[in-house]
């Protein structure tokens, strides 16, 4: 069997050694950028493709020349690749996710169409083709949020109250440029509580589901700290997303190649769950981490486990007091350990550096804690952030 692994270069995770220990016969190639940390974290156990820059068109070039020879699987777990190697799959009939789908989960717009087929409840929307789009939306919507089709991360996205806020972002010339080239959709803003839901599918059945409610809106990044807290066992809203989960799930395509989701929900004023947005990879900032300290298992190895056919060894449920809550530092206070929190703070850093995040992404301290409900996990979030001076950021 001939396996080729993507890997985007700041990803440490050990794909190959995964892949290796599991099909110990088989080609392995790995694809990532030269004297880059994925490049580093596998070395030894597969073959190395490196490329000078990973985010350009000598990726797609090194990736086609191993396809085109044959390929029985080509595995890539972040957003940027989700799209791209799909194509690649397409173009040499090679197993997994093809293009049309993995476009639904890379376009904000082609994104609707996963959540109609599912029969999803949804926020309204519209393509903004000029401003005249956008100031008619804002009128008859109210609050409304203007992002990427493609974006990630919360960046570049835009909060209108008014009328009076879309006519100040029609004066910026680059939010007309992406309007006048169709990149730019707007929604409703939904007021409340954002919870992302972090998935792995066999057969399009869900095998595992982690339901955690964000502490801000992850579009607060600039202003606070990013991160969110496992939901209890016996949560109304936890029991709610499962459900709009594993309808989501059905309704893919047989042999759709989809094996996780991070899934984001935004509750309405009726403080029913409304589906956000959809990614097929495993979720950034800590919730990996998050998931491995509660449940016990790396659900990005799992994923390598279904994307090569095989079955996964994981906890589907856990007792409540084991469930865990993570805080990355992007716009808001410093991170530190509160006195008495060796028991329940299994993980803090912090670079003690300035922080002027571009997207969510953009951190300079973590944190994991473990709480015997919700409401204590949050606490205890609130205390790693709660002591430090805002403004040294």
């Given at each position: ?90 173009k040499y009939s090679i197993p997994g996710m093809k293009f049309p ?177 959809v990614a097929a990879r495993v979720g950034g900032g800590l919730i ?106």
């Amino acid at each position: 069997m001939k396996i080729v692994i993507c890997q985007r270069p700041s990803s440490g995770s050990r794909y190959a050694k995964w892949v290796r220990e599991l099909m110990p016969d088989c080609q392995l190639f790995l694809v990532t950028e030269r004297g880059s940390r994925a490049a580093e974290a596998n070395e030894g156990y597969c073959a190395p493709v490196l490329v000078d820059r990973y985010y350009s068109d000598e990726f797609e070039q090194a990736l086609s020349s191993i396809a085109s020879s044959g390929c029985d699987r080509l595995i890539a777990n972040s957003e940027d690749d989700v799209e791209r190697v799909a194509a690649i799959r397409s173009k040499y009939s090679i197993p997994g996710m093809k293009f049309p789908l993995a476009r639904g989960f890379r376009d904000k717009y082609s994104m609707k169409s996963l959540f109609s087929a599912a029969s999803l409840p949804d926020s309204d929307f519209a393509l903004v083709s000029c401003g005249k789009d956008l100031r008619e939306f804002v009128d008859r919507h109210g609050p409304s949020v203007l992002k990427p089709r493609d974006g990630a991360g919360a960046f570049g996205v835009h909060i209108m109250n008014t009328v009076g806020d879309a006519d100040m972002l029609l004066q910026d010339r680059s939010i007309r440029e992406e309007i006048d080239g169709h990149k730019l959709i707007v929604e409703e803003y939904l007021p409340g509580d954002v919870y992302h839901a972090d998935v792995l599918l066999h057969n399009r059945t869900p095998v595992f589901t982690s339901v955690s409610r964000y502490i801000h809106k992850p579009c607060a990044f600039r202003e606070e700290n990013y991160g969110s807290v496992m939901l209890d066992n016996a949560s109304p809203k936890r029991l709610e997303i499962i459900d709009l989960v594993g309808r989501f799930a059905q309704a893919l395509p047989e042999n759709s190649g989809v094996h996780v989701l991070h899934f984001e929900f935004i509750d309405d004023v009726s403080g029913n769950a409304r589906c956000g947005e959809v990614a097929a990879r495993v979720g950034g900032g800590l919730i990996k981490q998050s998931i491995q300290s509660a449940y016990g298992f790396d659900i990005s190895e799992q994923f390598v486990r279904l994307e090569l056919g095989l079955p996964v060894s994981v906890v589907p449920t856990v007792d409540d007091a084991m469930k865990t809550g993570w805080l990355v530092r992007t716009g808001g206070n410093r991170l530190h350990a509160p006195s008495d929190s060796s028991e329940w703070l299994l993980d803090i850093w912090d670079s003690e550096q300035p922080n002027d995040p571009t997207d969510a992404a953009d951190f300079v301290g973590g944190a994991i804690v473990r709480g015997n409900n919700e409401r204590e996990r949050a606490h205890m979030l609130e205390l790693v952030e709660g002591k430090n001076t805002r403004g040294e950021r």
